[in-house]
């Protein structure tokens, strides 16, 4: 059993959006894939990046460190809550 996570990646590496996962092979599992793209379909998740603009995004599966996904909650919300401060930064910053 491993975690992972995809990201929906820019190149240079902004994060769009993310999901964790138990993989019960520890490999790839495409419908997870799938999964990412309808939440951000139902989101309304811009095709783009929006710090540098860039459209050529990819997406990103790679198995994590963490051994539970609690403990990948716990930590991937700290990051969420630091993007979310980010982002209030830099919309200011651009008005």
């Known amino acids: 059993m491993k975690i992972r996570l995809i990201q929906h990646l820019c190149p240079e590496r902004h994060c769009i959006m993310g999901l964790a996962y138990v993989s019960e092979s520890g490999e790839p599992e495409p419908a ?3 999964r990412l793209r309808a939440m951000e379909r139902e989101l309304l998740v811009d095709p783009w990046c ?3 603009k860039s459209r050529q995004l990819v997406y ?3 198995p994590t460190i963490f051994k ?3 403990e990948a909650r716990v930590k991937l919300r700290e990051q969420e809550e630091a993007q979310v401060l980010t982002r209030e930064w830099w919309n200011a910053s651009r008005s």
Do not use: I, K, N, P
């Open 68 to 70: 539970t996904m609690e």
């Open 32 to 34: 997870q894939l799938d």
């Open 60 to 62: 990103d599966d790679q």
């Open 50 to 52: 929006g710090l540098c």
